[in-house]
């Protein structure tokens, strides 16, 4: 079946969205923004849209900012652990920390188990690997507020788990 609608719109102005996110500073990662932009456009289930290639250029220059947001959060984080590291602040792990953070890490893992395969998995996927909720409930089979409550049964039990730490 021939591509229509916003699809049709999107393979049109492929390389124009490709040129106009090198414009805007994107550089190597503009094809990759584009691919995710089809990604997010076509799975949207709203009703027709106005002016399909100015929200195309849109989503896609939100896509780059909120690239260029993630990189930016994650330099100034790996900026401060250098200095921590540079600083007093900083202390090499002994071996007994490490056996303790290895022991927590392997409590928080047997907690998340215990809720089951399911929530455990919908707390992995959204909080651990960064996917959106909406994406998740699609992968599991639930509805978007099955997702939010396991979320919720999750950090409660890993905040129970994390008063018991203390």
Do not use: C
Request: charged share 35%.
């Amino acid at each position: 079946m021939p591509p229509s609608g916003l699809e049709l719109v999107y393979l049109e102005n492929r390389d124009r969205l490709v040129r106009f996110l090198r414009a805007r500073g994107a550089g190597d990662v503009a094809e990759d923004l584009v691919h995710d932009l089809w990604l997010t456009v076509s799975t949207r289930s709203e009703g027709p849209i106005a002016n399909p290639v100015a929200y195309l250029h849109r989503a896609a220059d939100r896509l780059m900012i909120d690239r260029y947001r993630s990189r930016s959060q994650a330099e100034k984080r790996e900026q401060a652990w250098e200095k921590d590291r540079e600083g007093e602040n900083f202390m090499m792990p002994t071996p007994e920390r490490e056996v303790g953070a290895r022991q927590e890490a392997e409590r928080v893992v047997a907690v998340l188990n215990a809720l089951g395969d399911r929530k455990a998995g919908i707390f992995r996927r959204v909080r651990i690997d960064g996917v959106a909720q909406r994406t998740v409930a699609e992968e599991f089979g639930v509805s978007l507020s099955t997702v939010e409550a396991d979320l919720r049964e999750a950090a409660r039990a890993l905040i129970t788990l994390k008063d018991a730490f203390q």
